[in-house]
């Protein structure tokens, strides 16, 4: 199934849910829209779709800055809304995706003044024992192509933290196919980024790609995950 | 008075007349040169060129009535001259003449020179290499292309294939981040010169490197001269203007003299510093001008990642007989010195028309390895300077700069990441027209200024003085005319100071130890 018509479908089904949580399928794939965002082929569907979410809810979160980034400046005054709602009601129980959002608010709009608080709290998200390295390595490869790199002590420490997630996650004998997208998605950027080095990681990324794109209609498989892996293959 | 030797090549002599003043005579000269060929000058350095190679010359000086005790000098021995013409350059201002050049530099013998004759030869990046002598003759300009597409890029970091370490190339204030190669690049190499009349011009402008300076596109704006983990490089007689960024940046690199260059940049170009040697060691700069849009020397040792890492201050420097104008700072130390500063003097030098004289910027978070020590004036004429002397820890220029951290006068605990500064000396100076203050110095209340002298200094303010900021940091009002402003400073030397026509106190100190008169 060609990119563009997975992608168009997934949109067109996409439905409002009030689970609002950081990390769930409709907040990656806002997200993996967004990561197309220069994709012309999707036109502005994304677009349409940040506008219909209440402002509040987190999983537009993330998404919202590439509309942002668009020109849309309205969007800005939602994103700030929400960040006003979650300083009132930090949950600690937020997952990692959440970071990437605290990463690219302090970049975009906070003066970048709490970078040592959001980088505490990717610390404290790397020694959950329960930790998923697919996701984390999401959130930190995003948070590295958020940060300021003016302020490398952070950029730096970012870095390591994926390097060290790369290593336990290739230690961990089966991933499920979400977290196969993750890690195809996450491993692929940080070779583009010069992260990693590709030499030794991108022929892992791209297996991983395909093994996920054998099985894209896969129950199992978070179709947010599943776009965000595509928009960098699609760079690749 | 003495004719001094400071530097010789195979076709080029530099001399040196000593208590003729301050980068310039106080009266025009002469110099005759094998009792043949006379020049007048009116510098206290002076290049003589199209000398001959291997050959004794004997210079003799004539100042007023008095012959002064001629200088004997013989000339490098040189084995071939390799003619940038001959390789394929045109020199005609329109075609690409990187690869020609390129080439010549690739094919030089030891002992032997690069010679680009007079033309205008367009380039991106050229490359030099060990044992190399570049001359560019009167009439001669490299001059830059500006199409960021054509340039190289120097990544930032790049891993080794173990993962253990890493090997930097690109860097940008302080942080190794990617950047374009200079435009003359020199990197792992030695014993290189760049001599001559000629002209090395980055041709930046507002339409292209100055245009949203502080955004990075594709990378960070290049050096005009990048010179990487050097050894024995001299830049002599040159001309280098319009710099897409700093202008001339030496890098982890040692044993760099700077001898009668001009540093041209526009006033208010960005970012456009004119001599920025970054965690360097032994570097001279004499008889070099500067006038530019940033600051003219600012000394730096690697922002906290690099200052941290490799903890390579920079040290031994000279600075000597030279002209700084029209910059924000005269001679800065800072802000990127995480690995510290140590063994600086500047003297006999003229300082005209900039925002400071001594300028040093830093702040908290610098880490424990900024450590600035022993940083000398002496010897200085001011002229037009708004604040002479501006010590600044609370520097707020970062992109984390306005934090409470960076900006409180409380103080806070003294841990790795807090700066010092020890002992700055400023002796033998008259600032003459001044606008804004004498001096304005702030310590951290934490980590005071261990010890600041003022001796022998003269200040008057101009007719008509201006308001301005002494120093970017929160807290540091628009002011005119004041006197000396010291905070937090362990001992505070005062011997001989003259303060004429400030407003209010000529010094007011605040959480100062101890004052010396």
């Known amino acids: 199934m060609k990119v563009d018509k997975y992608v168009r479908q997934v949109a067109e089904s996409f439905q409002f849910d009030v689970n609002d949580t950081w990390g769930n399928e409709n907040s990656m794939i806002l997200q993996g829209l967004g990561l197309m965002h220069n994709y012309e082929k999707l036109g502005r569907v994304l677009e349409n779709l940040i506008k219909q979410v209440p402002y509040d809810r987190k999983y537009a979160g993330i998404a919202s800055f590439y509309v942002m980034e668009k020109g849309e400046t309205e969007v800005k005054d939602r994103i700030k809304g929400l960040m006003n709602t979650l300083n009132a009601h930090f949950d600690e129980e937020d997952d990692e995706m959440a970071l990437i959002f605290y990463t690219k608010y302090e970049t975009k709009l906070g003066g970048k003044e709490h970078y040592q608080d959001v980088m505490n709290r990717y610390k404290a998200a790397a020694e959950r024992e329960d930790i998923n390295h697919a996701y984390f390595m999401t959130a930190v490869i995003e948070g590295i192509e958020s940060i300021d790199q003016a302020i490398y002590e952070y950029y730096d420490g970012l870095k390591r933290l994926f390097k060290t997630s790369l290593r336990e996650l290739i230690l961990e004998d089966e991933l499920d196919i979400t ?8 491993i692929l950027k940080a070779c583009r980024l010069k992260v990693i080095l590709a030499e030794k990681y991108e022929k892992a990324g791209l297996d991983l790609y395909e093994q996920v794109m054998g099985d894209i209609q896969s129950k199992d498989l978070n179709k947010g995950a599943a776009i965000m892996m595509m928009a960098e293959g699609l760079l690749h | 008075m003495e004719l001094k030797l400071v530097a010789k090549t195979a076709r080029c002599v530099v001399v040196e007349l000593t208590e003729a003043g301050k980068y310039f005579t106080t009266e025009e000269y002469e110099l005759v040169i094998n009792d043949s060929v006379t020049i007048r000058g009116n510098k206290v350095i002076t290049s003589i060129y199209d000398l001959k190679p291997d050959r004794e010359y004997v210079i003799k000086a004539v100042w007023g009535d008095n012959v002064i005790k001629p200088l004997k000098v013989r000339t490098e021995k040189e084995f071939v001259t390799l003619n940038v013409k001959d390789f394929g350059a045109y020199g005609n201002g329109e075609h690409d003449d990187t690869c020609a050049i390129q080439a010549a530099i690739m094919a030089c013998p030891p002992d032997s020179r690069v010679l680009v004759p007079k033309g205008v030869y367009k380039i991106t990046s050229i490359f030099l290499k060990s044992n190399l002598t570049l001359e560019l003759a009167k009439g001669a300009v490299l001059s830059a292309f500006t199409d960021r597409t054509k340039f190289p890029i120097f990544p930032g970091v790049i891993d080794s294939y173990d993962e253990k370490e890493e090997y930097n190339i690109g860097t940008w204030e302080g942080n190794p981040l990617d950047m374009f190669s200079g435009i003359v690049t ?9 001599t001559g009349e000629g002209t ?3 041709c930046a402008d507002f339409n ?5 300076p502080k955004i990075r596109k594709i990378a960070w704006r290049p050096r005009l001269v990048f010179i990487s983990h050097c050894k024995n ?5 040159i001309t280098v203007q319009n710099s897409p960024s700093w202008t001339l940046h030496p890098y982890f690199s040692e044993n760099l003299s700077f001898v009668d260059v001009k540093i041209k940049n526009p006033f208010n170009s960005h970012n456009t510093d004119g001599l920025d040697p ?3 060691k032994n570097v001279e700069v004499i008889g070099t001008h500067i006038s530019v849009g940033d600051d003219c020397i600012a000394i730096k040792s690697g922002k906290i990642y690099m200052g941290r890492k490799l903890k390579q201050p920079t040290e031994n420097m000279t600075v000597r007989q030279c002209c700084m104008r029209d910059g924000h700072g005269a001679v800065t130390v800072g802000s990127e010195i995480a690995a510290g500063v140590k063994n600086v003097k500047i003297q006999d030098c003229l300082f005209m028309n900039t925002d400071r004289g001594l300028r040093v910027k830093t702040r908290r978070g610098r880490g424990e390895d900024s450590v600035l020590d022993n940083i000398a004036f002496e010897n200085i004429d001011m002229d037009n300077v708004m604040t002479p002397f501006v010590v600044n820890s609370f520097y707020f220029c970062d992109p984390d700069g306005k934090t409470e951290y960076v900006s409180s006068k409380n103080p806070i605990p003294v ?5 010092s500064i020890k002992r700055l000396t400023f002796k033998n100076i008259d600032a003459r027209n001044c606008h804004v203050a004498a001096a304005y110095i702030t310590g951290l209340p934490e980590r005071k200024i261990t010890r600041l002298t003022f001796e022998n200094i003269n200040v008057t303010y101009a007719k008509e003085a201006k308001s301005g900021v002494a120093a970017m940091m929160i807290g540091c009002d628009e002011a005119s005319r004041k006197g000396i402003f010291a905070m937090n400073v362990e001992e505070l030397v005062l011997k001989n100071v003259n303060i004429e026509g400030c407003e209010g106190e000529p010094v007011t100190a605040e959480n100062v130890d101890k004052i010396s008169k």
Do not use: H, Y
């Open chain 2, 415 to 419: 841990d790795d990441r807090t700066p």
């Open chain 2, 186 to 194: 020199a990197i792992n190499a030695e014993n290189i010169v760049i």
């Open chain 2, 208 to 212: 292209n490197w100055w245009f949203e």
């Open chain 2, 200 to 202: 090395i011009d980055g």
């Open chain 1, 179 to 186: 977290d196969k997208a993750l890690a195809a998605f996450s």
């Open chain 2, 233 to 237: 490089v001299m830049l002599q007689g």
């Open chain 2, 278 to 280: 970054e965690s360097c």
